[in-house]
């Protein structure tokens, strides 16, 4: 029988795993989503669907008893459901615009 001999761990050996690289003097970059044209558009958009929704409003009566023609004016039926629609196309264009073309 052949007896081997164990040996011992050396101990000044480099370390042959891999390091990870660590880059000095990187900045993190801090970018919006979207650029100035965009958040326009987006503004322009919210302003057109607040406007549909504040020609929506009112029209009630404070008597439960009484009926007020006015809930069904053209405004509040056909004016500010257009205008909120068209206020989504809008942000919806605003999303899917490229400003860089």
Sequence with gaps: MKQGKIKAPQKNVPH???QPV???NVK???EFIFKKKNYMWMIIGLVV???GFALMAGGGSDDPTVFNESIF???RIRLAPTLVLI???IEMYAIL???DK
């Design 16 to 18: 042959t795993e891999a």
């Design 22 to 24: 660590v880059e000095e």
């Design 28 to 30: 993190p970059r801090f």
């Design 49 to 51: 669907i607040v406007a």
């Design 73 to 75: 004016s053209w405004r």
């Design 87 to 89: 206020g989504f196309g």
């Design 97 to 99: 615009l490229n400003p």
